[in-house]
């Protein structure tokens, strides 16, 4: 099983990034798909989900809800999550990951939540 980010950087406030995820070595397809991530010094927060469908519902947290949009490319095994409006609290390594269960959200449970997931991309928003 492979997770691999891409797309992270160095953006100002007020800015856009595109993040990628490239997935192998399981059946993309057919799994709920999720971006979290960690600040400097704090646990795993959960950013959003899209559900297996190419169109398939999506969740997100209060903090990216209207300025974050997760999507996916099932034909490519690819997810992404278009960042608008970036925020200097937005800094944080982004990780893509494949969710246990097949609920969206979160009820906190940080990495367990999840059965795989990448390396992750930083991103910092900083003038």
């Known amino acids: 099983v492979q997770l691999v980010e891409s797309g992270g950087g160095l953006v100002q406030p007020g800015g856009s990034l595109r993040l990628s995820c490239a997935a192998s070595?399981?059946?993309?397809?057919?799994?709920?798909m999720s971006w979290a991530r960690q600040a400097p010094g704090k646990g795993l927060e959960w950013v959003s989900d899209?559900?297996?469908?190419?169109?398939?519902?999506?969740a997100y947290s209060d903090s990216v809800k209207g300025r974050f949009t997760i999507s996916r490319d099932n034909a490519k095994n690819t997810l992404h999550l278009q960042m608008d409006s970036l925020k200097p609290e937005d800094t944080a390594v982004y990780y893509c990951?494949?969710?246990?269960?097949?609920?969206?959200?979160?009820?906190?449970?940080?990495?367990?939540?999840?059965?795989?997931w990448g390396r992750g991309t930083q991103v910092t928003v900083s003038s």
């Open positions: 990951a494949r969710k246990k269960g097949g609920v969206l959200g979160t009820y906190g449970g940080g990495f367990a939540e999840y059965d795989y």
């Open positions: 070595g399981f059946t993309f397809s057919s799994s709920i």
């Open positions: 899209i559900n297996s469908g190419g169109d398939g519902p999506t």
